[in-house]
C-alpha cells in the first residue's frame, strides 16, 4: 500500500518512470519522435539530429562534470577521435555502422582513460587546463598523422548503409542518429542507480570522505573519464556520418566551450539538465536567425546588422541563467511540475 508518495521497495523508489502519468508523457513523447518526421521539412529534421548529437555529446560531458565533479575541456577532442575512427573504419575497412559506433566510442574511451590520469593529483581549473592541453595534442594529430587522418584536407565518408540501403540524408539519418541518442540518455540514468554512479556523486560532494569510505578515487575518476570519452566518441561518430566529411576544423576548443556551457545552462548533475542545455544552446541561434530573416523584408541590411547583436543576445541569455537560476532548465523544469502539481490549490 503506498502512502503519498512512499515506495514499498527500494527498487520501486528508484524507479525512473514510477507513475502512470510518466509512463504516458513518455508513450507521447516516443509517439512524437516517430511521427516528427514524417511532418517536418528538411530544415528542422536537420536540426532535430543535430540536436541529438549534441544532447549525446553533452549527456557525456555531464556524466564527467555534472556527476563526478571533473572539469572538462576536452570534449571536442573526444569527438574528434570518434568521428576519425568511424571515417578510418568505412574507407579502410568497409565495416558496417553498427561496428563503427561502438569501436569509436571505445578509442575515444581509451584516450579519455589517458587523459584522465592527472585528475588524482589536480582538478578543478587545474583539470581543466590539463583537458585543454590534451585537446590541443589530439588537434595537432589530427593535423600531422596524414597517412591516417588526411591532414588539413580531412576524410571523405560514404554513407551509412542498413540492409544496403544508404542513410545519406538528414530524413534518413534521422532513424539512426535519434535511437542511438535515446539509448545512451537511457543508459546514463540508469548508471546513476547502480554502485558505480553513486560512487561517482560521491566522489563529487567529498573525494576525501569517499576516498575514507573505501571508494578507490583513481579507479572511479578514469571510469568517468572513459564513459564521458565514450559518449563523445559515439556522438563524434554519429557526426561524421551526418556530415559526412571530418577535418582537423571540425571540433575546435570552442565546441568543447560550447558542451561545457550547455550541461551548465541546462542544470548540472541532472539528465535532464543535459538534455535541456543541448536543446537550448543548439535551437536559441537558429531561431534568432530565423527572427533576423523574417526582418529583412522591412530592415534590407537586417543579417549585416543583426548578426553581431544575435551573438550577443545568445551570450546575455547564457549570464542571465547562470545569475538568476543557477541551476539551469532542469530546476525550472521541476519548479513548474511541482506548481502544477498542486494546481489550482497552490496560493
Known sequence: MRIGTAKETYAADEALFDTPVQWAWLAVMLLALVLFPFFAGPYWIYMACLVAINVASATGLNILTGYTGLVSLGQ???MGVGA???AVMENRLGTPFLLNLPAAGLVAALVGLVVGIPS???????????????SFILHFVFATWTSVTGGVSGIQIPPARLFGIELARPGELYWLIVPVTLLMVLGAANLFRTRIGRAFIAIRDRDISAEVLGIPLLRYKLLSFGLSSFYAGVAGGLWAYFFRVVTPESFPLVLSIFFLAAIIVGGMGTIL????????????????KLAVGLLGPWLPDAVAILSPVRTIVFGALIVGFLVFEPQGLAEMWRRSRRF???WPFKT
Open 76 to 78: 571536442a577532442a573526444f
Open 84 to 86: 576519425y575512427t568511424v
Open 273 to 288: 539538465g543535459g538534455i535541456l542545455g543541448a536543446v537550448f544552446m543548439t535551437l536559441v541561434p537558429e531561431v534568432l
Open 120 to 134: 588524482l593529483r589536480v582538478k578543478g581549473l587545474y583539470l581543466a587546463i590539463a583537458t585543454i592541453a590534451a
Open 340 to 342: 502544477f502539481h498542486l
